[in-house]
């Protein structure tokens, strides 16, 4: 069949430009997953400093229900930490690993605070209820958004 010998020209230049693409496109939908992630982190994180404050403004909040020994503090802040350090490490970390990080922390802090809301023997007041909810959404998605995230580097 004879074509013009400028289309020819048009179809190369077609094709190295779908192959320049799907690489932005793949990197972009890579960094994207990166961002969400870490921005996820940064709420759940917020949740638990505002969670913590009020709770510890609330004047008939019995905080000497549970007994605060330094290896209960210590495992508090090692959790408390994991958190935090997934703000960075969510937007470093290479996909294999970075996806696991977020799915095993994400799932942690999700039974973390599900259990809190049952330690101390009472009913816990509907201000931690309210944000035991939010963190445990916010949480699940992490785990959600990690497990769904297709492999871009590869290819």
């Known amino acids: 069949m004879w074509r013009p010998r400028g289309f020819e020209v048009i179809e190369r230049i077609a094709k190295a430009s779908s192959r320049l693409t799907a690489g932005v496109e793949k990197t972009t939908g890579m960094k ?5 992630l ?3 982190w940064i709420f759940a994180v917020l949740n638990y400093i505002y969670a ?10 019995d905080n000497g229900s549970v ?3 330094h290896g209960f503090m210590l495992g508090a802040a090692v959790l408390m930490e994991t958190a935090i350090v997934m703000i ?3 937007r470093i970390l290479k996909y294999r690993v970075n996806r696991w990080a977020n799915i095993v922390a994400g799932a942690i802090h999700t039974a973390a605070v599900i259990l809190s809301l049952f330690v101390g023997g009472t009913v816990p007041a ?3 209820v309210f944000f035991a909810s939010v963190e445990i959404v916010s949480t699940s998605v992490i785990v ?7 492999n871009l580097e590869v290819g």
């Open 144 to 150: 959600c958004y990690a497990w769904k995230w297709p």
């Open 38 to 40: 870490s921005t996820l």
């Open 32 to 36: 994207d997953r990166k961002v969400t």
């Open 52 to 61: 913590d404050v009020f709770t510890a403004m609330d004047p008939l909040t």
């Open 88 to 90: 960075p490490l969510s």
């Open 126 to 128: 509907s201000y931690y």
């Open 67 to 69: 007994h605060m020994t």
